[in-house]
DNA sequence: GCCAACGTTGGC
DNA sequence: GCCAACGTTGGC
């Protein structure tokens, strides 16, 4: 079992649109970046766990974490014309994009902060925190993932 | 709203 | 294959 960050600008999809989907299932699509694209399609499986990162937003924090529910498979949205995610160079027989399905988990007792994890010990090797990362897939070691768990407690 | 950092594009 | 220009991300 793997753990992620997948980031999420509360905007566009927030961890209570999470809550009122379906099951509290989502498809995560509109990943348009090579390695992150990687990851969904060759190493994210079912039964990972994803923390659920709001960017963009008040508070910038963890707010819970889901389990992978599917792993990678074609991003349909990428062949939709009317989807804002289109992309006219990916195909049925030569999808360029991948999606997983994550189902939420566990909602934090309190947000864990971008704040708390940059004091945090432990997390200094944390993508998230690296300035001028931009990776909206981001890989967590488990010993990470362990003391992600606890600040969340 | 600003802007640094980054990824992608496209002309050469 | 280089790299300038451009668009986007995301913390501040």
Known sequence: MKYWIFKSEPGVFS???????ENQTTYWDGVRN????NFLR?????????FFYHSN???LAIIGFCKVVKAGYPDFTALDPKSEHFDPASSTENP???MVDIKAEHEFKSPVTLEILKQSPGLEELRLLQKGNR??????????AGIIQKLGR
């Open 57 to 59: 937003s008040e508070p």
């Open 135 to 144: 990776l909206s897939i981001i890989p967590v070691t488990k010993q990470e």
């Open 34 to 37: 090579y390695q992150a694209r």
């Open 96 to 98: 360029r994009w991948y």
């Open 15 to 21: 961890w209570n649109d999470l809550l009122v989907s």
């Open 42 to 50: 060759d190493e994210v499986n079912i039964g990972d766990l994803v």
